[in-house]
Nanobody, 122 residues
């Protein structure tokens, strides 16, 4: 089970840190991703980190502002979001997968959290 937390209402230019904690499985052997979604729109890739090698990937829209990290000892993955913009408003989901191939494809992930709402006001 994956549980996200940290979403809230924040002003444009502000920062938030989202957390994704796992229970019942060890995240260290999974590729981990963050996605976001707004009503009526497709789920959008945000960031991912590989379990093997630790390669990190970002969507162009968040590159330079967001940072994904993982703490295997705490079985938690984080998404640090800085310089937030109103267009970052969405429900943010974390996901885990094994040998998923493309980290950008949400259908490759096996496990999902319930999501946490991030709202950025202008």
């Amino acid at each position: 089970q994956l549980v996200e937390s940290g979403g809230e209402l924040v002003q444009a230019g502000g920062s938030l840190r989202l957390s994704c904690a796992a229970s019942g499985r060890t995240l260290s052997s999974y590729d981990m991703g963050w996605f976001r979604q707004n009503p009526g729109k497709e789920r959008e890739f945000v960031a991912a980190v590989r379990w093997r090698g630790g390669n990190i990937y970002y969507a162009d829209s968040v590159k330079g502002r967001f940072t994904i990290s993982r703490d295997n000892a705490l079985n938690t993955v984080y998404l640090q979001m800085n310089s937030l913009k109103p267009e970052d408003t969405a429900v943010y989901y974390c996901a885990a997968g094994s040998y998923i191939g493309s980290v950008y494809d949400s259908t490759r992930y096996n496990y999902w959290g319930q999501g946490t709402q991030v709202t950025v006001s202008s």
